[in-house]
């Protein structure tokens, strides 16, 4: 069936450093990527997301790439801070369905 | 804060009860999504519904059932409530199923089994 793998599951990084998460996602039809931040205690919050049609997305400290022939798309945090640190989820989903597939979550922490 | 509100916040309830989750989706959302998150695990899909009519069903338990209502407010129904249904429950909501509806989660009903 369709899925998202995501990597890595965990990721310590030091303050200031970059961060990078990947995801592969392997339903073709796919074309809206979002990413979530999901605090303790707290919700999945969307942070950035990309469509199908563009290749990279800025906003300020974070960025995403995707690349559709491979079915690969990234999340950059640069310049880390420390609450920075939570759970991030990638996601694809196809325009027209219902369909929203996550991946298993990365745990990020930045230490100062 | 994302606009959607579950109640109750904590429930902690016996094996073999029922519960229901409620929630209230966005202003303008016609979408409500549920998921399960058991201890540090992923974001489980169970059910989603679309201006009152279900849509999609992912891993929902025969014990569960939802339902969204004219008002567009959605409830989860856990029965026959077992340890292993201790998780967190999410819902979302966007605005339709066009390209780019983000989900947009509330803060979840953390549910406790004992």
């Known amino acids: 069936g369709e899925n998202v793998e995501q990597h890595p599951s965990t990721l310590s990084v030091q303050e200031g450093d970059s961060a990078v998460i990947k995801c592969t996602y392997s339903d073709s039809a796919s074309n809206y990527f979002p990413w979530y931040k999901q605090e303790l205690g707290k919700g999945p919050q969307l942070i950035i997301d990309?469509?199908?049609?563009?290749g990279e997305k800025k906003d300020q400290r974070i960025a995403v790439t995707l690349n559709k022939t491979a079915k690969h798309f990234s999340l950059h945090i640069t310049e880390t801070q420390p609450e920075d640190s939570a759970v991030y989820f990638c996601?694809?989903?196809?325009?027209?369905?219902?369909?929203?597939?996550f991946g298993t979550g990365t745990r990020l922490k930045v230490l100062a | 804060d994302s606009g959607v509100t579950q109640t109750p916040k904590h429930l902690i309830t016996a094996t073999g009860q029922r519960v229901t989750l409620r929630c209230s989706p966005r202003s303008g959302d016609l979408s409500v999504y549920w998921y399960q998150q058991s201890l540090d695990q992923g974001l489980q899909f169970l059910i989603q519904y679309y201006n009152g009519e279900e849509r999609a069903k992912g891993n929902i338990l025969e014990r569960f059932s939802a339902q969204q209502f004219p008002d567009l407010h959605s409830e989860l129904n856990l029965s026959s409530l077992e340890l292993g249904d201790s998780a967190l429950y999410f819902c979302?909501?966007?605005?339709?199923?066009?390209?780019?509806?983000?989900?947009?989660f509330g803060n979840g009903t953390r549910l406790t089994v004992t």
């Open positions: 979302a909501s966007s605005v339709g199923v066009g390209m780019g509806s983000p989900l947009h």
């Open positions: 996601a694809a989903s196809t325009s027209g369905t219902y369909k929203y597939i």
């Open positions: 990309i469509r199908s049609n563009v």
